[in-house]
């Protein structure tokens, strides 16, 4: 007589290791998180830019420190006002880090662009290329523009945004909403006291 061989105990996971029927796991919000604060700073390095820009004006006017000072405002504004957003889990605070992040890694690129070509056409970005030399543009500007730009589209920053959205809504089962019962006869209704208090 032969017996069937069942396999050992313990192949399946611990109790608690998934989450209950009907309740989904929460996306981590990490590279949301990290792209709202570098947004925020980055906004913070160009509003410090537009104070630079402002304060170089004020002794002389020249074109290239007034496109500048414009394009550090533009910049904060989107950068400071994505940041905000997308740590309040806004959808829009996505798009704007994404359209400041991008605009200032195209206005390094141009930066670059002006200088290889020897244009006469110059502008100022960030506040950097006046008192830190041309080179510091890469580290200070670029690099967490890119960063920025990389964590605000990755996958997960979507999910976590989307998932604020899916838990603001009760779950629909397909069944109709029932109306509520009416009270018991002779049943007290709420927040008033018995006649005999």
Sequence with gaps: MTYQQFPPQGGYPAPGAYPPPGMARQPSGA??????IFAILGGLWFLAGVVSHVIELSHYVISFLVIG?????????????GGILLLLRKRAGRLL??????????????????????????????????????????????????VTLVLALIPPTGRWLAAKNAAAQPPDFGYPQQPGYPPAPGAQQQGQPPAQW
């Design 69 to 81: 000072a414009v394009l550090d405002l533009v910049s904060a504004a989107l950068l400071l006002g």
């Design 31 to 36: 590279t949301a998180i990290m792209a709202g």
């Design 97 to 146: 880090t994404v359209i400041g992040a991008a605009g200032a890694i195209g206005f390094v690129a141009l930066t670059f662009l002006f200088r290889a070509i020897g244009s006469s056409f110059y502008f100022s970005y960030g506040g950097v290329m006046l008192h830190f030399g041309f080179g510091w543009l890469l580290f200070v500007v670029l690099i967490p523009a890119i």
